[in-house]
C-alpha cells in the first residue's frame, strides 16, 4: 500500500525557510508525479508544485520565485523548500502522489510562521 | 488561474439526496476531481474525471458534469459523510481547488 508521511518543524520564523520531508513507503518515487499542498486556516487548499519521475518540477505560478522541490530516490523521500517566509505561509502540508489526481496523501503537517 | 466556485456549507438529513456543486470559470473539460475530508485527517479521493468513482468509494457517491459545471451527489447520505467536500480541476495549470463545501447530517 502506499504510504506518506511529511515531517519537519512545526515552527518556523518570519523571513525564514520552511523545509519539510514526504516519505514515501510502497511505491517508488521514480514512477508518477508528486506534490505538495497546502490548507489555510480558513479552508482554501493550494497547490504548491510536484516532481516528476525524472525529477522535473512544476511549481504554481504564485510561489516561484520562494519554492524548490527535490526528492532522494535512494531514500524514497521528496522534499519542500520554501524561503522568506511569512505569517500568510502558516497551514498545514500536505504531500501526496500526483496521477491526474492526488490519490495517495500524508496525513499533513501543520506549520505556524511566527516570531 | 481557474476560480471553482462552491457553496460553502449544507445540512441534510440522514437518507436524503444531496448535489454538491462546483462552478469553473472557464472550462476544465471533464479534468474534475472530488475530494472528502474529515476533520483532523487527510483528503480522501472519491470522483476523479467528473464521474469516475475511485477504487473502494461506496456507490452512494457519484460525479457528473463537464465544461463549467460539475456536481457531486450522495444518495442516500449517511451520519458519517459528514466532511468537508473540495473539488479540483486539472485541465489548467495551475492545478486549482475549490473552497470546500462543509457538510452537515442533522
Known amino acids: 500500500e502506499v504510504q506518506l508521511q511529511e515531517s519537519g518543524p512545526g515552527l518556523v520564523k518570519p523571513s525564514q525557510s520552511l523545509s519539510l520531508t514526504c516519505s514515501v513507503t510502497g511505491y517508488s518515487i521514480t514512477s508518477n508525479y508528486w506534490g505538495w499542498i497546502r490548507k489555510f486556516p480558513g479552508n482554501k487548499m493550494e497547490w504548491m508544485g510536484y516532481i516528476s519521475y525524472s525529477g522535473s518540477t512544476s511549481y504554481n505560478p504564485s510561489l516561484k520565485s520562494r519554492i524548490s522541490i527535490t526528492r532522494d530516490t535512494s531514500k524514497n523521500q521528496f522534499f519542500l523548500q520554501l524561503n522568506s517566509v511569512t505569517t500568510e505561509d502558516t497551514a498545514t502540508y500536505y504531500c501526496a502522489r500526483y496521477e491526474g489526481t492526488f490519490d495517495y496523501w500524508g496525513q499533513g503537517v501543520m506549520v505556524t510562521v511566527s516570531s | 488561474d481557474t476560480v471553482l466556485t462552491q457553496s460553502p456549507a449544507l445540512a441534510v438529513s440522514p437518507g436524503e439526496r444531496v448535489t454538491i456543486s462546483c462552478r469553473a470559470s472557464?472550462?476544465?473539460?471533464?479534468?474534475m476531481h472530488w475530494y472528502q475530508q474529515k476533520p483532523g485527517q487527510q483528503p480522501k479521493l472519491l470522483i476523479y474525471?467528473?464521474?469516475n468513482l475511485e477504487s473502494g468509494v461506496p456507490a452512494r457517491f457519484s460525479g457528473s458534469g463537464s465544461g463549467t459545471d460539475f456536481t457531486l451527489t450522495i444518495d442516500p447520505v449517511e451520519a458519517n459523510d459528514t466532511a468537508t467536500y473540495f473539488c479540483q480541476q486539472s485541465w489548467n495549470d495551475p492545478l486549482t481547488f475549490g473552497s470546500g463545501t462543509k457538510l452537515e447530517i442533522k
Open positions: 472557464e472550462s476544465v473539460s471533464t479534468r
Open positions: 474525471g467528473a464521474s
